[in-house]
Each structure stands twice: as structure tokens, then as C-alpha cells.
């Protein structure tokens, strides 16, 4: 009875909904330190990495493209709506370059390799937990760690900041061709404004935030799959949470990461 | 028969939460020797392999393997323990993203460091010995039955040439003929290579097929152990019930 009236508690169940939730991140916390050592200590699987760099990095070049392509048409587009209210048309590739590279490119970059590839990493490893794999890998003395997660962060962390320097580029490329075909610009002046206003530190801050992102997405996608229930809801609930997670990180990390170098 | 202990667990004991899974298990696997552990479904048999084999850590007890106990080593002996083990899981396990002879090489590749060629070689006899040919060593795992993947799942618990050799329910889910060949093939495998065995399984006939010794664990604790040809005169009515079926107690 007791236990029904705690359970009817409002109070009660907000508390246990808290104290889970600061489980789930100690539970977290202490998965990516693990896998931290991990990555600083031998053996390395070469061949893995290579295959994650594939994975991770060539796979998603269609959807990195694709995605960063299209917002910088639109960023021109709607750009130039609003400045030609207040006759400042030439401000459109200024505002192209430094959306892109700041936060567009990182972000959208980040977003679309959560969708593809920590869902991935989660139902891959999370079907592998429930098919006794994972202890079948232990019992091969391969640590799964090792094996399975350290691979996959190192290639995150190393390919993420390229992927998002090839979004930079299509970004930038998307905007110079609406700027030029749609928007009647001088192409000459147009890369003007472009080389400009390019910094080498909203590249170097772009590249930065991606391998973190690259980082929180392998963890997420990761801890998620080795911690999945049983069947096949088990698998499903576990590629969902990895995504979301990995997404709303990315854009908290994102905003203390823009506060840190750009807000001083 | 040999009278030497190869392992020895003691009074072990784990629980999840409140429920208490093992309550004290005393068993005893002599070298070269099989034993199997035979019980109902969900009374603790996988708990209690993975218990010894390090896949969960026990609360409290002993299992002493060659006369160490495992359970208080460091991670980095515990490895090197895990090197004398061959595993064979209730559903195979199989990596499937490997192909039938990269399976089987796999614990050589990782853990002696040999070259691809002479693991693959040593994988295809491996193979042999239970009875698949070349032509399935480049398939992917997806392409076997449930029999020929049990069979590449023994081949793998073999590669490493273990001591000791464990297996969970090795033959659910197969039918009656495939169920008898994976039976020959384990006894092949252990009384034939002189390997240590612990099977545990809900399958009375595998059981006899398989066993040396057969001991039952029923609420967490052995209740019954002995010769295989004393199973039938027990005189435990947990164990009668098990080995005829029966709904209810007698």
C-alpha cells in the first residue's frame, strides 16, 4: 500500500525519474572515461579503424554534401532577401562563409552523422549484445572495448573535422552559385567577399567542434548499443535513444563550444 | 580415472537484486572428464556458467581453475586465464559480420598474433573435424543452418586447442538427427582430445549422451550429483520428476 501511495506520489516519481536520469549520465560519464583509456592503451585493430574511416567518414560524404549544399543555397536566398531591405546585398557571401563555417557546417555535419552513423553503431552492437557476441568476444580474449568501441571513436574523431571541411566547401559552393546564377552577383567580387571574410579560426573552431561531435556520437551510439535490452524493441529503443542523445549533446555542446571562442 | 580437480567452485553465490539466482554451488570437474549440469529453464545453469567462465562476477564463492581462483584476479590474468577456455553459446554466436573460417581463426588471429594464411589453414582443420569441407570456409554466416552454425561454433571453441570447453544448451533448437550429430561431435571433441567439459542443458538425452557425471541444480542449489548410469536411481524426486517429464511431483 505504501508502495502504491509512493508510486502515486507526484513528488516521489519526479525524484525517481531524477535519480535515474543522474544515473544514466554517471553510467555515461564512466562508459567514455573507460573507453578513453582504452583508446591510449595497445592493441590497436589498424584494419578496424580503416574500416571505420570508410564507414563514418566516405559513406557519409553523399549526405554531408547533400545537406550543407542545399543550406548554403538557402542561407544566400534568404540572406539576400534581407539585406536588400537595407541595400546591403554585397553582406550575402560575408554571412554564407560565416554561417557555414561556424555553426552550419558543424552542426548539420554533426546531425546527419548521429542520424546515419550512431544508429548504426547502436543496432550493430546492440544486436550483437543480444546474440551473446559480445561475450563471445571476451571469451575469444579480445576486449570488446578495445575491439568494438575504440575503432570507431578514434575514426570519428579523426574524419568528422575533414567531413565537415568538405561541408564548408559545398556550403560555401551552394551559396557563390545561387550569388551568381540567381542573385545576378559578380563572380570576381563575389569570391572577394568570400576570401575576405574567411578566418582561419572559424575553420579551425568548425574542425574542433566536429571531432567532439564525432566523439559524443561513437559514445552515444556505443553505450547505447552495448547497454540494449534483450529482443528486437530492445535493439530499437536503443538506435533511438543513441540518436537522440547524440543530437540534443551536440547542441548543447555546440553553444558552450561558440560561447567559449566567439563570446569574449 | 584421473582424480585430479581441473575445477573446483565453491559455495558460490549471485543474486540480481533480491533475487538470489545461485545460492551456494559446490561442484567438482575432474581432468578430461564432462560434466553436465541439467536443470529447468530459468534456474540459473547460464547464470552460473558465465559466473565461471568470468562473463558475470559472482558475489561471493570460489572457482578455482588448476588450482587458482579466477575470480580475485586482475583483468590482465583473467585474459590469460580465458585462453585455456573453449565457449560454445546456447544461439552460436557467431560473428556475422565475418565470414566461416575468419570465425573460427578469429581467437587464433587475436590472441597469438599468427598470420591470416596459417590461421585460415589452421581453421579449415579445424572444420574438418567437425565434419564441414572447404567449399563453406569463405561463406558468410547468414548462408548456414542452425546445425552447420552449432558445428562452426564447436570448430571455434576447438581452435585454440582449450583445457577446458564449455557449452550452453548446444543443441536447442535443432531437430532429433542434428541434435544426435552435435552430441557425437562434442564427445568426439572432449573424450577424444582429452578436453575438460562443463555442459549445462535442459536435454536428458544429450545429457547421458554427453556426460561423465550429471548434477542437477534446482533453486539455485546442486541437489543431485553422480555417475551418469545412477541418474535413473537417484532417489531424488526433483531429479525423477526432470528426467521423465513430469508435470507434478510425485
Known sequence: MIQNGSRMNPLAAIGRSTITFLINIGRVVLFALSTICHCLQPPFYFRLILRQFIEIGYNSLPIVGMTTLCSGMVVALQSYTGFAKFFAEEAVATVVVISMLRELSPILTGLMVAGRVGATMAAEIGAMQVAEQIDALTTLSTNPYKYLIVPRVIASIIILPFLVLIGDITGVFGGFIIGIYKLNFNPASYIFFIVQYLEKIDVITGMIKASIFGFLITIMGCYQGFNARKGARGVGVATTNAVVTASIMILLTNYIITEIFFIN | ?250
Open chain 2, 1 to 250: 580415472m584421473t582424480n585430479i580437480i581441473k575445477l573446483r567452485i565453491r559455495n558460490l553465490k549471485k543474486s540480481f537484486g533480491s533475487k538470489v539466482v545461485l545460492d551456494g554451488v559446490n561442484l567438482d570437474i575432474y581432468e578430461g572428464k564432462s560434466l553436465v549440469v541439467i536443470g529447468a529453464s530459468g534456474t540459473g545453469k547460464s547464470v552460473l556458467l558465465k559466473c565461471i567462465i568470468g562473463l558475470l562476477k559472482p558475489d561471493s564463492g570460489v572457482v578455482e581453475i588448476d588450482g587458482k581462483n579466477v575470480i580475485s584476479l586482475p583483468s590482465y590474468e583473467r585474459e590469460a586465464c580465458m585462453r585455456k577456455f573453449g565457449v560454445l553459446f546456447q544461439g552460436g554466436a557467431l560473428f556475422d559480420s565475418l565470414s566461416v573460417w575468419e570465425n573460427v581463426a578469429f581467437g587464433l588471429i587475436a590472441d597469438r598474433d599468427i598470420n591470416r594464411s596459417t590461421a585460415r589453414s589452421i581453421a579449415l582443420k579445424k572444420l574438418a573435424q567437425v565434419g564441414l569441407n572447404e567449399d563453406v570456409a569463405n561463406l558468410s554466416i547468414s548462408d548456414l543452418s542452425g546445425g552447420m552454425q552449432k558445428r562452426v561454433s564447436l570448430a571455434r571453441s576447438i581452435a585454440n586447442d582449450p583445457k577446458f570447453i564449455f557449452f550452453d544448451e548446444p543443441t536447442t533448437g535443432l531437430d532429433p538427427i542434428m541434435t544426435n550429430i552435435i552430441n557425437k561431435l562434442i564427445v568426439k571433441c572432449t573424450r577424444d582430445l582429452g578436453i575438460t567439459g562443463l555442459l549445462i542443458t535442459h536435454d536428458i538425452g544429450s545429457a547421458r549422451k554427453i556426460a561423465d557425471r550429471i548434477a542437477m541444480l534446482y533453486h539455485g542449489k546442486i541437489i543431485w550429483e553422480g555417475a551418469v548410469n545412477k541418474i535413473d536411481t537417484s532417489g531424488n524426486k526433483y531429479v525423477n520428476q526432470f528426467i521423465n517429464g513430469e508435470a507434478e511431483l510425485r
